[in-house]
Each structure stands twice: as C-alpha cells, then as structure tokens.
C-alpha cells in the first residue's frame, strides 16, 4: 500500500564511507526528488528526474550520485561521508507540473 | 534570489483559531503549497494556491496574494494532533517542478 518507500530509515555510517539510500513508488508517478532535511528542519531540493532523465541538480557535492534505472525507482549514491552530510533524506514523486509531491518516509543518515 | 519566511515557532490553544503567514521573494511563480510534517515523518500535502484568494478545505484554509508575495494557512478549531510543522513552499515559474521550501513553522497546541 505504501506509496512512496525509502529504505533504509536509520543508516549510521563511517566518515568516508559510501553508501546508498533507496526509493521506490507505485503511483506511476514520472517525477521524483531527493531532498535533504537539515538540523533545523530547512528541506531543500537536491535532484529531480522525470522519466529516468536528469532535471534538476542543484548545488550539490559530486560525491551525491542519484540514480534512476526506471520510473518506479531514484537511488542516491554517496560517496566518501563526511559529518556535514548527517541529515534527513527525503524521496517524493509528483505527477510533475502543479501537482504535488508525495513524500517517503525519509532516511535519517547519522555520518559518525 | 529566492527567499521563503515564516515564524519560526507559534503556540495556540485547542479549539481556537491559528493562522501561519508566509510572505516569498522568489525569480518567478507557479504555485504555492502548503505542507504538514509531524516530528520524525514525512511532509503531507494541504493546499495548494495558484491564483490569488482563499482555498478552503476542511478546518483548514490558504490564502494567496501574488501581487504582495503573501501568503497564509488558517488552521481552524485547533486539536492537539495539528502540533506539527507547516512548511510552506513555492513553484518556480521556469522549472515548474521545482519546490522552494520554507524552514517551516513549528506549531504546538496546548489543551
């Protein structure tokens, strides 16, 4: 039934090491996000694909990879953790235009 | 540049009348929404305003004026499951599906 699914919920980690957050959604949605929440609950956008196609890469570290095999699915790779990168990660998807975006459960990543 | 306030921390009493105001400065506009999260979960979606006036829904109601970058949520006959956040977030005219969050206002409701 779940919507949006993100997994893992909790990951804590090593600094520099890599890891990887996964997302999947079965509304047949063709846009989906990764967002990052930081300590003061601030969520900004870090990607966005539509259709498996890249849209939207803001400002980020190259050492955030997302990866998109199909439209069901956005996968963030990150390499070489570093203590700034403990956060909340958020996956969403939309239809894609005005409508709005559906959220997972996020992924609180603790970089130790 | 793009810049998105709202209070930081607002306090009300169950039963009453609430309203979180949002004013933005953004490159360009498409839409405004807005978005609860209780602490440790997703966001969920609330309203969304395109054009200027009141959209109601429920207890719960969001103005629009574009012509002064405002915008607000009135959360009516208040219960102590609306203690959460409320973020609010803007559409870029240019990229439509890009959302531009606010830190969000951290609503406690007291009995």
């Known amino acids: 039934d779940t919507a949006v699914s993100q997994t893992p919920k909790y990951l804590v980690t090593q600094m520099g090491n890599d890891k990887s957050i996964k997302c999947e959604q079965n509304l047949g949605h063709d846009t989906m996000y990764w967002y990052k929440q930081d300590s003061k609950k601030f969520l900004k956008i870090m990607f966005s694909y539509n259709n498996k196609e890249l849209i939207i890469n803001e400002t980020v570290p190259n050492r955030f990879s997302p990866k998109s095999p199909d439209k069901a699915h956005l996968n963030l790779h990150i390499n070489s953790l570093e203590l700034g990168d403990s956060a909340v990660y958020f996956c969403?998807?939309?239809?894609?235009?005005?409508?709005?975006?559906?959220f997972g459960q996020g992924t609180r990543l603790t970089v130790v | 540049g793009q810049n998105i306030d709202q209070p930081t921390e607002m306090t009300a009493t169950e039963g009453a009348i609430v309203q979180i105001n949002c004013t933005y400065q953004?490159?360009?506009?498409?839409?405004l929404f807005w978005y609860q999260q209780h602490a440790g979960e997703a966001p969920t979606f609330l309203s969304y305003n395109v054009l200027d006036g009141l959209e109601e829904k429920g207890r719960f109601s969001s103005f629009l004026s574009r012509s002064k970058g405002y915008s607000y949520l009135l959360l009516k006959e208040l219960q102590m499951k609306d203690s959460a956040s409320y973020l609010c977030a803007v559409r870029e005219k240019y990229n439509t599906d890009k959302l531009i969050f606010g830190t969000g206002t951290r609503l406690q409701v007291f009995p």
């Open positions: 953004t490159s360009g506009f498409n839409g």
């Open positions: 969403a998807s939309s239809l894609g235009g005005p409508s709005e975006a559906f």
